[in-house]
Nanobody, 124 residues
Framework: QVQLVESGGGLVQAGGSLRLSCAASERTVINYDMGWFRRAPGKEREFVANINWNGGSTRYADSVKGRFTISRDNPKKTVYLRMNSLQPEDTAVYYC?????????????????WGQGTQVTVSS
């Protein structure tokens, strides 16, 4: 059973930055794709970013492309999401997840383990 713990959320003004972290309990996650998703109030969970096992391939939602950067540190079993130029519409609970069977996926159903989430609130 893989456990994922997100941290780094908080309240920030529009235009500000945050870095989210996702720490995994098991070393095996270094072999798999990781992703970040978010759920805003009253909305469906949506894809934010994905990174392959060695960090050589990344994928972003159009809404965050150029502002957010996903990265990973496998020795630390940690995935990061650097978020710049934050806007009120980025307000959401952010979740990290690991996909055991798919690569480059943006579909939540393709991910097998999820963290509890961390709240990001961007004020205008």
């Amino acid at each position: 059973q893989v456990q994922l713990v997100e941290s780094g959320g908080g309240l920030v003004q529009a235009g500000g930055s945050l870095r989210l972290s996702c720490a995994a309990s098991e070393r095996t996650v270094i072999n798999y794709d990781m992703g970040w998703f978010r759920r805003a109030p009253g909305k469906e969970r949506e894809f934010v970013a994905n990174i392959n096992w060695n960090g050589g391939s990344t994928r972003y939602a159009d809404s965050v492309k150029g502002r957010f950067t996903i990265s990973r540190d496998n020795p630390k079993k940690t995935v990061y999401l650097r978020m710049n130029s934050l806007q009120p519409e980025d307000t959401a609970v952010y979740y990290c997840a690991v996909s055991l069977y798919y690569s480059g996926s943006s579909r939540p159903d393709d991910y097998d383990y999820w963290g509890q989430g961390t709240q990001v609130t961007v004020s205008s």
